[in-house]
């Protein structure tokens, strides 16, 4: 797979793989933004939550599919319906600002869905797996099926941590957002976000994104959804 050249800027993340200037990557604490999304940082957790909930059949539907596919806008659609605030309603008290971005709201969903699964403890996909890697062929393989390769790309990352420390991004995601809790759950996890950059790789999260990228992860997983081996059939070139 050629990885020259890709990259992806946005409000919630930003990524670039190795090319002719190749960028060194960083102490991991320097890779995370402490910057929030929104005034109230708690706000669109707990949209995701409601919507979680309130549309189950909708927010699975976003989560199965692939990021900004087709099916993918479709159930964002259905996710935000603006015809029916109740969700921004309940999320949005104090004045704050809502800040709706896919690729975060695809992690504040699942972890709504995760947590109103498994409100008291890792389910067993989680809490008996042990520490693994995912081969980088099927890495390769992933970026080239994608739709969206610079989505993919992110998902790859979320994926390979919690293939390193599943418990541990569990343990994350059951932390209220902005505690102490959190930022220390953040920090034990911090050991494997080196190793799941690829050479030349650097990526820049914000508290959101990250948390957002190892939730969806998180429920892929536990969801037996996480792409763990080559197809049968497929060629790596």
């Given at each position: 797979m050629n990885r020259a050249g890709?990259?992806?800027?946005?409000?919630?993340?930003?990524?670039?793989?190795?090319?002719?200037?190749?960028?060194?990557?960083?102490?991991?604490?320097?890779?995370?933004?402490?910057?929030?999304?929104v005034h109230d940082p708690v706000t669109g957790w707990r949209y995701g939550r409601c919507a979680a909930n309130f549309r189950p059949e909708a927010s699975e539907a976003l989560l199965a599919s692939a990021p900004f596919?087709?099916?993918?806008?479709?159930?964002?659609?259905?996710?935000?319906?603006r015809n029916d605030d109740r969700c921004?309603?309940?999320?949005?008290?104090?004045g704050q600002t809502l800040y709706l971005d896919e690729t975060v709201l695809r992690g504040q969903i699942a972890q709504g869905r995760y947590l109103g699964k498994y409100p008291d403890r890792a389910p067993p996909a989680i809490?008996?797996?042990?520490?693994?890697?995912?081969?980088?062929?099927?890495?390769n393989q992933r970026i080239r099926s994608a739709s969206n390769q610079q989505a993919e790309i992110l998902r790859i990352f979320g994926?390979?941590?919690?293939?390193?420390?599943?418990?541990?991004?569990?343990r994350l995601i059951?932390?209220?957002?902005?505690?102490?809790?959190?930022?220390?759950?953040?920090?034990?996890?911090?050991?494997?976000?080196?190793?799941?950059?690829?050479e030349g790789q650097s990526i820049e999260f914000s508290l959101e994104s990250l948390r957002a990228a190892l939730a969806d992860a998180l429920y892929r997983r536990s969801e037996g959804r996480t792409v763990m081996a080559v197809a049968e059939g497929s060629t790596n070139e």
């Open positions: 890709l990259a992806l800027l946005g409000g919630t993340a930003a990524l670039l793989l190795g090319s002719a200037t190749a960028v060194t990557a960083q102490p991991t604490g320097s890779r995370i933004n402490t910057d929030r999304l596919s087709a099916a993918s806008e479709a159930a964002f659609d259905r996710v935000t319906n921004y309603t309940q999320a949005r008290y104090g809490a008996r797996a042990t520490a693994s890697t995912i081969p980088v062929e099927v890495y994926d390979c941590v919690v293939a390193a420390d599943p418990a541990g991004v569990d059951r932390t209220g957002v902005t505690s102490d809790e959190e930022g220390r759950a953040t920090g034990a996890l911090s050991e494997h976000f080196g190793p799941c950059l690829w």
